[in-house]
């Protein structure tokens, strides 16, 4: 019992430690802005995937749910990605940038 207590306190004392300042309006502002403009984004590459019926819990479904799942789950990755990229380089910033000139993204060709 005493070693669960003194994990406890320990846990406690960290959390403590922990804490962040808070946001100032403008800051908390921004990230609105950075969330709004990607969640319209989002909405708007997404609407094919939001007007699907979720199919969970049936044996064979008449599409793929793999294929389904990681379409979703790519969009939501590209949204947070783009609300992240937005709160640290500004809303208004394509991406990072060495000096001046934008860095190339890297990405994959496809076939299609």
């Keep these: 019992m005493k ?3 003194m994990t406890m306190a320990a846990c406690v004392a960290l959390a403590g430690c922990a804490a962040s300042p808070p946001e ?3 800051q908390q ?3 609105a802005a950075c969330t709004a ?3 319209a984004v989002y909405n708007n590459e997404t609407v094919d995937e939001q007007a699907r019926t979720a199919q969970t ?3 064979y479904a008449p599409m ?3 294929v389904f799942d990681a379409e979703q789950l790519g969009a939501e990755h590209a949204r947070e990605s783009t609300i992240t990229n937005c709160e640290q380089n500004g809303t208004g910033a ?3 940038e060495v000096n001046g000139t934008p860095v190339v993204t890297p ?4 076939t299609n």
């Design 29 to 31: 502002a921004d990230d």
């Design 37 to 39: 403009q990607a969640d």
């Design 3 to 5: 070693k669960f207590l």
């Design 64 to 66: 793929p749910n793999h």
């Design 107 to 110: 990405h994959i060709i496809g």
């Design 94 to 96: 394509s991406g990072p």
């Design 57 to 59: 819990g049936l044996r």
């Design 24 to 26: 100032s309006s403008a």
